[in-house]
């Protein structure tokens, strides 16, 4: 069973916020999170697993996650970096390459800071309109994310213990 569960907000009318805490440094998180070799580990909703995971962290470099979720077919989403800040702050554009929500472009903004060895990571997500975030919202991504960060609880947990 994690030590932390994720938590979901609904902040105005275009936000979702998600946040998750974990007992490790916050360089280490840090570099789980944009370390696409690490990153494919955990990465997966926990239905499936990462097929592919390229990251150019540079500003206005592209990112690419694939999942293979089985019966649920290929998930795919991409972007560009907007600002890269280690170990403290990614941000860059979000694509769902999804039909009907594709088109959709949207900010995730993931912030990283730590206490008493406990790192906390913020991510907000900006829509461009109320009915795109609702809708992200409605996709499953509380189950997906929360499944997706139990699992980086456990390489954490696994590596530094």
């Not at 916020?17 to 990465?43: G, Y």
């Not at 989403?77 to 999804?98: A, K």
Request: charge should be negative; aromatic fraction near 10%; charged fraction near 25%.
């Amino acid at each position: 069973m994690p030590e932390f569960k994720l938590q979901l907000e609904l902040r105005g009318d275009t936000e979702i916020v998600l946040h998750r805490q974990f007992r490790a440094p916050q360089a280490t998180v840090f570099t789980c999170f944009t370390d696409p070799n690490i990153l494919s580990k955990w990465l997966g909703c926990g239905m499936g697993k990462t097929i592919l995971c390229v990251a150019d962290y540079e500003i206005g470099g592209v990112w690419r996650h694939q999942m293979d979720m089985g019966d649920y077919g290929l998930f795919d989403s991409f972007g560009q970096t907007l600002e890269f800040e280690v170990p403290n702050r990614l941000v860059r554009s979000y694509i769902y390459n999804v039909p009907v929500i594709r088109e959709a472009v949207s900010t995730e903004t993931a912030t990283f800071s730590e206490s008493d060895g406990i790192t906390s990571v913020e991510i907000v997500i900006r829509h461009l309109t109320k009915e795109n975030r609702d809708g992200h919202a409605a996709s499953g991504i509380e189950y997906g994310a929360g499944k997706s960060y139990d699992a980086l609880e456990e390489l954490l947990a696994s590596q530094i213990a």
